[in-house]
């Protein structure tokens, strides 16, 4: 059903923003009752060891709490993951310092403080092996000797044949470290009791259909007698996928055997300290290229760090191994993806999830292999840049939707590439200048929507009612953490319908109330649920028609020889009450993926950009400031400019405190060094470069009028762009992140030694 666009593609103000910016946006910790009950876990004081138990001081009065050990888990004693392998509580070892072995709560926080101080874990310390360093070391001396929580294998064509066809096969490694979510609001999830025994979840996070299952798992509950509610969520940007399954089960459990409402809520150390963080990685690469730039052929072992469990490593680890030989036709890639185990913080989910590692990786290397060959980095990329007809390294055939090169065109004319550059090299030669300039340049690409088959598996589903006032409610699980969802998609409801965009209503979820749309995550609330939207809004009108035997006739409905309003047809057709629709996600027709052999369509669209970054690096202290960035990006139908300008900025001025501030790292005994703000540096508005923000508009088939995801996409480019921008501007690369003065005076000495 073709409609015109009154809405999407202009730039609606968010339905949020007056109550967050005027402060009466009430969050988690405005909503629990004065009375409720405050909880935390006992941690494991080292990050390997033996659990022995408790140790209690016998002067504290234990009356005055409520104390929760494994053998009381009424259900199974597991956080419901991908694998079910992460106990709830520990009972016999502890893999990661501060790893939970029982749970307390008290009537106020003087007290639970008390009771964190008087009863403490007895573990019998292990030597822990913590890192991405000793993850790199082990990986070069004895790969053997790690432990995997996931591996896989991404092959095409013959590698070893495509080595021996280049005229040159340059090789790297490249170290990513972790990175802390820093979002606004730290981790808070609430647990209420009902009088027949199901319990009310609610806090800030991104998947109430993830925390559901794991609560009920946890206390031995059928999953819908567990509801769960989103609060209003200060940010999140992944670190709300899977952590709050963890809380929410805890405060669960304590509910329980209070009988009282229980908050689970962190302080910013404890959160920084406790929470999971982006995969360290660490890449080797083989790249074979022929002297006239194409290249032959992608080898690669691809490595996570996915610390003490599994979590949600497999994903993460695909994404990446996926995205690893970039938006490049190469007729022969092997990628071996690894994630292992270590003796930190169980790593999670985090914007691009796996992707701005890999690519952070090929995109440097890929400078590296036009400076062997003697040939311009832009002129490499764009001699092997994919195109319709191209097979990705998954075998996929692209058919629909690639706009890269119009990308790479759009950020070459805006920034003045060429002309930019030789301004830069002439400033350098200035012996003078305390300073030197650098241009960098990068693509980047991301898939939206789950891996291959999950789409599918997920089988999402959402709902749509209409009242009599004619209002309508979208019902999905899908959630708002500051991307605009509920702008969004009531702009593409209220196109789909042709209604004011002021009659659709898209409320925060509960699950006694939507049905699972699937969650918040990998760039497909807008590509997925906003397509589901829109057939839900075709089928709306389909079943008013119905009713009235009336046909859809511009703003209004014909029915005989008159036209009703909008208005007059809803009251009619919900006079035995509101009209309630649902549709399922299908997967566009011709998709088919081996998840053994990570062979075939791995996504049903990707996304496209491609970014130039200049920066000054100071010739005494090594210090960068990055003045300029251009990016430019293909989500194909853009539906709010505003917010999708919002969404790339942020994730540029995210990707910048990754690729040169963002540090954390692990003592040998396994504690996180940067656990508060004045260790952990992120960027201010001081550090932003001027953004030069476009968009090419190449529509996909299969999205709400063309769109494809987006939240992602933007993190994957700036980190190697501003690598290649400070090789150019020093000439010496520093192959980690993040690129810190201390590792760049590092390379230059090194390279002058070197030269």
Same mark, same amino acid.
């Given at each position: 059903m073709a409609t015109a666009s009154r809405y999407s593609g202009q730039s609606v103000s968010r339905v949020d923003s007056l109550g967050k910016a005027g402060g009466a946006t009430r969050y988690v910790r405005d909503l629990v009752a004065a009375d409720a009950w405050v909880g935390a876990a006992i941690r494991s004081p080292v990050a390997a060891g033996r659990v022995r138990g408790l140790r209690v001081d016998p002067a504290f009065d234990r009356s005055r709490i409520v104390l929760v050990e494994p053998h009381e888990i009424p259900g199974e004693n597991t956080i419901a993951f991908i694998q079910r392998d992460m106990p709830c509580l520990a009972t016999s070892e502890v893999r990661y310092l501060g790893e939970p072995v029982a749970l307390v709560a008290a009537p106020d926080r003087e007290t639970l403080a008390a009771a964190l101080a008087a009863i403490t874990a007895d573990v019998e310390p292990q030597t822990p092996f913590v890192g991405i360093d000793a993850v790199a070391e082990a990986m070069r001396r004895d790969p053997a000797s790690l432990h995997?929580?996931?591996?896989?294998?991404?092959?095409?064509?013959?590698?070893?044949?495509?080595?021996?066809?280049?005229?040159?096969?340059?090789?790297?490694?490249?170290?990513?470290?972790?990175?802390?979510?820093?979002?606004l609001e730290p981790q808070a999830m609430a647990a209420t009791p009902r009088p027949d025994g199901s319990l009310r979840i609610f806090g800030s996070l991104q998947c109430p259909y993830y925390v559901q299952p794991s609560v009920a798992l946890a206390l031995g509950l059928e999953p819908q007698r567990v509801i769960v509610e989103q609060c209003a969520t200060g940010g999140a940007f992944g670190g709300k996928e899977d952590f709050p399954s963890i809380i929410a089960t805890y405060a669960a459990l304590l509910a329980r055997k209070s009988g009282r409402t229980v908050i689970i809520d962190f302080d910013r150390q404890v959160d920084m300290a406790m929470t999971t963080k982006r995969h360290a990685s660490y890449t080797r690469l083989s790249v074979g290229v022929t002297r006239d730039g194409v290249i032959t052929a992608i080898d690669a072992d691809f490595t996570i760090d996915g610390g003490a469990y599994v979590t949600l490593s497999?994903?993460?680890?695909?994404?990446?191994?996926?995205?690893?030989?970039?938006?490049?036709?190469?007729?022969?890639?092997?990628?071996?993806?690894?994630?292992?185990?270590?003796?930190?913080?169980?790593?999670?989910?985090?914007?691009? #999830?796996? =992707?701005?590692? $890999?690519?952070?990786?090929?995109?440097?290397?890929? @400078?590296?292999?036009?400076? &062997?060959? /003697?040939?311009?980095?832009?002129?490499?990329?764009?001699?092997?840049?994919?195109?319709?007809?191209?097979?990705?390294?998954?075998?996929?055939?692209?058919?629909?939707?690639?706009?890269?090169?119009?990308?790479?065109?759009?950020?070459?004319?805006?920034?003045? #590439?060429? =002309?930019?550059? $030789?301004?830069?090299?002439?400033?350098?030669?200035? @012996?003078?200048?305390?300073? &030197?300039? /650098?241009?960098?340049?990068?693509?980047?690409?991301?898939?939206?929507?789950?891996?291959?088959?999950?789409?599918?598996?997920?089988?999402?589903?959402?709902?749509?009612?209409?009242?009599?006032?004619?209002?309508?409610?979208?019902?999905?699980?899908?959630?708002? #953490?500051?991307q605009g969802a509920q702008t969004t998609l009531p702009q593409i409801a209220a196109d789909a319908l042709r209604v004011p965009l002021d009659r659709v209503r898209y409320p925060l979820p509960n699950t006694a109330h939507v049905p699972n749309s699937g969650p918040t995550v990998a760039s497909r609330t807008t590509m997925v649920v906003g397509k589901l939207v829109e057939l839900c809004a075709y089928a709306l009108v389909r079943d008013i028609e119905q009713r009235l035997g009336?046909?859809?006739?511009?703003?209004?409905?014909?029915?005989?020889?008159?036209?009703?309003?909008?208005?007059?047809?809803?009251?009619?057709?919900?006079?035995?009450?509101?009209?309630?629709?649902?549709?399922?996600?299908?997967?566009?027709?011709?998709?088919?993926?081996?998840?053994?052999?990570?062979?075939?369509?791995?996504?049903?669209?990707?996304?496209?950009?491609?970014?130039?970054?200049?920066?000054?690096?100071?010739?005494?202290?090594?210090?960068v400031a990055c003045t300029h960035v251009w990016c430019t990006v293909d989500i194909g139908t853009v539906i709010n400019p505003r917010e999708a300008r919002g969404q790339v900025e942020g994730a540029l001025a995210q990707a910048l405190g990754w690729a040169l501030l963002e540090q954390v790292s692990y003592t040998p005994e396994g504690r996180v060094r940067e656990d508060r703000f004045q260790t952990y540096i992120i960027p201010t508005t001081s550090d932003m470069p001027r953004m030069d923000v476009t968009f090419v508009e190449a529509p996909w088939h299969g999205g709400p009028f063309g769109a494809k995801g987006l939240g992602e996409l933007p993190m994957n480019g700036l980190a190697p762009a501003l690598h290649n921008a400070i090789r150019?501007?020093?000439?010496?690369?520093?192959?980690?992140?993040?690129?810190?003065?201390?590792?760049?005076?590092?390379?230059?000495?090194?390279?002058?030694r070197s030269r």
């Open positions: 995997d929580l996931y591996a896989l294998t991404i092959s095409k064509g013959d590698v070893t044949r495509g080595l021996a066809e280049a005229d040159a096969i340059v090789e790297g490694e490249y170290l990513t470290a972790p990175q802390e979510h820093a979002y497999p994903v993460v680890l695909s994404r990446g191994s996926i995205h690893l030989a970039g938006p490049y036709r190469t007729p022969h890639v092997q990628v071996r993806g690894r994630a292992v185990r270590t003796n930190a913080m169980p790593a999670g989910a985090f914007r691009g #999830f796996g =992707a701005p590692q $890999a690519i952070f990786a090929i995109e440097s290397h890929l @400078d590296r292999v036009a400076h &062997a060959i /003697g040939m311009d980095p832009l002129l490499l990329r764009r001699r092997n840049l994919l195109r319709i007809g191209d097979t990705t390294a998954t075998g996929q055939t692209l058919t629909d939707s690639v706009a890269i090169e119009a990308c790479f065109d759009a950020v070459v004319e805006r920034s003045d #590439f060429d =002309a930019r550059r $030789a301004r830069v090299q002439a400033q350098r030669r200035d @012996d003078a200048a305390r300073s &030197a300039s /650098g241009l960098g340049f990068a693509l980047f690409w991301h898939g939206g929507g789950f891996t291959g088959s999950g789409e599918k598996k997920l089988a999402s589903r959402c709902a749509m009612s209409l009242d009599r006032d004619g209002s309508v409610t979208i019902l999905a699980a899908n959630t708002e #953490f500051g009336a046909t859809r006739h511009d703003d209004g409905f014909a029915l005989g020889d008159q036209v009703i309003t909008w208005y007059d047809a809803a009251a009619r057709a919900c006079l035995d009450g509101p009209i309630r629709v649902e549709q399922q996600y299908q997967l566009p027709p011709g998709l088919h993926w081996d998840d053994d052999q990570h062979r075939g369509d791995a996504y049903p669209a990707y996304s496209w950009g491609a970014i130039a970054a200049e920066v000054e690096v100071d010739r005494a202290t090594s210090d150019d501007a020093v000439e010496a690369a520093v192959a980690r992140l993040p690129m810190s003065p201390e590792r760049i005076d590092a390379a230059r000495h090194a390279a002058r």
